[in-house]
């Protein structure tokens, strides 16, 4: 199928061409006739499959024909997020630049001043993330009663961000009489039950089974201490020879450490996350995309949606603590038929969360087992709940299996006790600190060799 055969105005085919785009991916090719004829639709894929297009390409054409009233704008597309809002809204400014539609992005972070001023001017198409719309509404700078189409963007994230009430309070605002269009990863039970509440007979279209990755991600496991994180990554951005990648980690804090260690090693890396500045947010994603940032170590703000192209690599520095997060992570890679690697470093207590990603993709790791900078990789088997020991303590037990057999050779020979003028063992200096602390580090203490009389 071409894009000339799905009833497009002349205008939106022209900026589709402009774009070097010929034929819609599937999500497109089925969305657009049904949104086009004014249908509810529940659209179910995964991320980077053109997904915002099949949304926006339609919603152009319906708005064309009217014009926007003061602080009454016409369609509302709700984001989880300031960086998915700002994409949506590129997507507005690249195929609808041979029409006629204002719009207003209203997200924190950016003068609230200047979005009131667009807002008096009257907008065809409003997008937001809930809490600023929310705000501007409850201070008389919006009203939300002229709304004919919304579209309810990545529903399950906006689940997980606990955004389901504030939709609620804006939805009741909302005329009934409008065409609603809501998009997800997956369909867990909470955002079936948000179809009923919010869609008129949806009809539902499916590209991809619910939260499954892509086929073009291959997909790696290294089991690791926790504390050999730094220097496996850096042997793998070294032996990968990545060009671009996304670093994933889980607490914001850790995000900041790891990207100034990694600027610390010569890496052109900066950090993502919720808590920094919308400006610097803004700048680092621009430079990310543009090529002048390398790698981009972030929270998972940065996991869905966010369109950059030609990305590498994905490595997971922590294992997502959800299963279908470990699958919008690597979305970012091996998008748009493109082939992409996906790495993940995992530790023992990471083990539910690994049954839990295997059970949501239904595959088995194959663990890859990093010998050393220079000894290259090599598979560990099948098993990723076979989490290896790290080598510093496999040396501390065969240390200490010599010992246990050196003093049993001793008493069997019926050795003396050393002399006097024997040179004796030197005891560790009494300002040494000991590490004895680390919690996830095993006991160590006969090893294999149990003495008999303990068996």
Known sequence: MKFDELGLSPETLKAVKECGYE?????????????????????????GTGKTASFTLPMIDALAGGRAKMRMP??????????????VADNFDTYGKYQKLSKALLVGGESMGEQVKLLEQGVDVLIATPGRLLDLFERGSILLNDIRILVIDEADRMLDMGFIPDIDKIVSFIPPTRQTLLFSATMPPEIKKLTEKYLSNPKEVSV????????????????????????????????????????????????????????????NAAPLHGDMAQVQRTKTLAEFKEGKITLLVCSDVAARG????????????????????????IGRTGRAGKTGRAWMLASDRDQKFMDAIEKLIKKKFEPVDIKSKKGGNKSGGSDSKSFKKPDHQKNERKDNDHKSKDHKANNNNNAPHKSQSQPQKKSPPKNKKYDNDDEGDDVVGFGDDIPSFLK
């Open 306 to 329: 966010i369109d950059v192209n030609d990305i590498s690599h994905v490595f997971n520095y922590d294992v997502p603590m959800t299963a279908d997060d470990y699958v919008h992570r």
């Open 208 to 267: 991809a089974p619910a939260a499954s990755p892509a086929e073009t991600v291959e997909q790696f496991l290294v089991n690791l201490h926790p504390k050999d994180k730094n220097e496996v990554l850096d042997q793998l951005l070294k032996q990968e020879k990545v060009e671009t990648a996304f670093i994933f980690l889980n607490r914001k804090k850790d995000v900041d450490l790891l990207a100034k260690w990694l600027k610390g090693k010569g890496y």
């Open 74 to 87: 016409r369609s509302l597309i709700l984001e989880p997020t300031r960086e998915l809002a700002a994409q």
């Open 23 to 47: 034929s819609p991916t599937p999500i497109q090719a089925k969305a657009i006739p049904l949104i086009q004829m004014t249908r509810d639709v529940v659209g179910l894929a995964q991320t």
